[in-house]
């Protein structure tokens, strides 16, 4: 009998051993460093593949920081164990939203509220100029139709669970 073997480069073994240790990981032990993907066809974070997430029990982010959170108040019925997003201010800085744009210290973060339906809800229900609050974050990611901070408002720097570095 004739076996034809396919041959199975390196690269797809590395990542799929990869894929068990995180799942082995998420699913059965609780390291306090794992490896975080986003399983959807629609990425928030559409140049993030790979990412470390480092649990910290008193992380201290700060701007332009990626912190990772379990899902909770707006984004409570998300399925993924964790949240990623990068930190777009941190408590002290001014925020400013005014008609979907959204710039924080003078700079310009985000341009547009893609998610909400203007015959619904006016773009101006969003609008704020306020100093972040202390033990607030304010959070962004880089895809337009992301669901952040725009939308649900500040997250809790407690509720950090700790530091996301991405590998690629």
Request: net charge neutral.
């Amino acid at each position: 009998m004739i076996v034809l073997a396919r041959k199975i480069p390196k690269l797809q073994v590395c990542l799929l051993g990869l894929f068990v240790l995180a799942a082995v990981n998420h699913y059965i032990l609780d390291w306090p460093i794992t490896l975080g993907f986003d399983p959807n066809d629609e990425k928030c974070l559409p140049g993030v593949h790979l990412t470390l997430l480092v649990k910290s029990a008193h992380p201290q982010p700060k701007d332009g920081d990626y912190v990772f959170w379990r899902p909770q108040g707006a984004l409570k019925d998300i399925k993924q164990a964790f949240i990623m997003k990068r930190v777009a201010g941190a408590e002290g800085d001014h925020l400013l939203i005014k008609n979907g744009l959204v710039m924080i210290n003078g700079h310009k973060i985000a341009d547009g509220l893609p998610l909400i339906d203007p015959s619904k809800v006016a773009p101006s229900a969003f609008d704020r100029d306020e100093v972040i609050p202390a033990g607030k974050l304010f959070m962004i990611a880089d895809h337009p139709q992301s669901y952040d901070s725009r939308y649900w408002g500040y997250l809790d720097v407690s509720a950090v669970v700790g530091l996301s570095h991405i590998l690629f």
